[in-house]
């Protein structure tokens, strides 16, 4: 586990749940990734669910370290937009396993709604999701030698 929140596991995992998220950005671009694509989807609820409770854990732990911010502002930034964004593209990739476990109409309600919200940004939270997996295993890689 690398410090703060980080880790090479939290980069390549951010970067999964983005090419998931944003599957069509990604065989535009790369049309042979389609193969690879196709044999994570079936998973891809259960790793939406799993992500959506990690990502709500870093938030959790980000907002109890603050006080690391004032000494590594770039990593506490790194740890926080990871944590977000695996909390956000769990939450969009794993809805219906999320809603399998929920018995209340009403709350299984207000998940669609926030889920209505988040389904427009899909495709950018994707990206962003990639950008930020990539991000961290550079900073991570390159962090050592600082």
Same mark, same amino acid.
């Given at each position: 586990?690398?410090?703060?929140?980080?880790?090479?596991?939290?980069?390549?995992?951010?970067?999964?749940?983005?090419?998931?998220?944003?599957?069509?950005?990604?065989?535009?671009?790369?049309?042979?990734?389609?193969?690879?694509?196709?044999?994570?989807?079936?998973?891809?609820?259960?790793?939406?669910?799993?992500?959506?409770?990690?990502?709500?854990?870093?938030?959790?732990?980000?907002?109890?370290?603050?006080?690391?911010?004032?000494?590594?502002?770039?990593?506490?930034?790194?740890?926080?937009?990871?944590?977000?964004? &695996?909390?956000? /593209? =769990? $939450? #969009?990739?794993? !809805?219906?396993? +999320?809603?399998?476990? @929920?018995?209340?109409?009403?709350? *299984?309600?207000?998940?669609?709604?926030?889920?209505?919200?988040?389904?427009?940004? &899909?495709?950018? /939270? =994707? $990206? #962003?999701?990639? !950008?930020?997996? +990539?991000?961290?295993? @550079?900073?991570?890689?390159?962090? *050592?030698?600082?």
């Amino acid at each position: 586990m690398g410090y703060l929140g980080i880790s090479y596991i939290n980069g390549i995992w951010l970067v999964v749940l983005g090419i998931l998220a944003a599957p069509n950005l990604i065989i535009a671009k790369k049309p042979e990734a389609k193969g690879i694509i196709a044999k994570m989807t079936p998973y891809q609820g259960w790793i939406g669910a799993l992500s959506a409770i990690y990502g709500l854990i870093q938030v959790i732990r980000f907002l109890t370290h603050l006080n690391w911010f004032q000494h590594i502002p770039v990593g506490s930034l790194t740890w926080i937009a990871s944590g977000l964004l &695996q909390l956000c /593209l =769990g $939450l #969009l990739l794993g !809805i219906g396993v +999320i809603k399998s476990f @929920v018995s209340s109409a009403d709350a *299984k309600a207000k998940m669609d709604e926030m889920i209505a919200k988040l389904a427009s940004k &899909q495709s950018t /939270l =994707g $990206l #962003l999701g990639i !950008i930020v997996g +990539i991000w961290t295993i @550079v900073y991570l890689l390159i962090g *050592k030698y600082w």
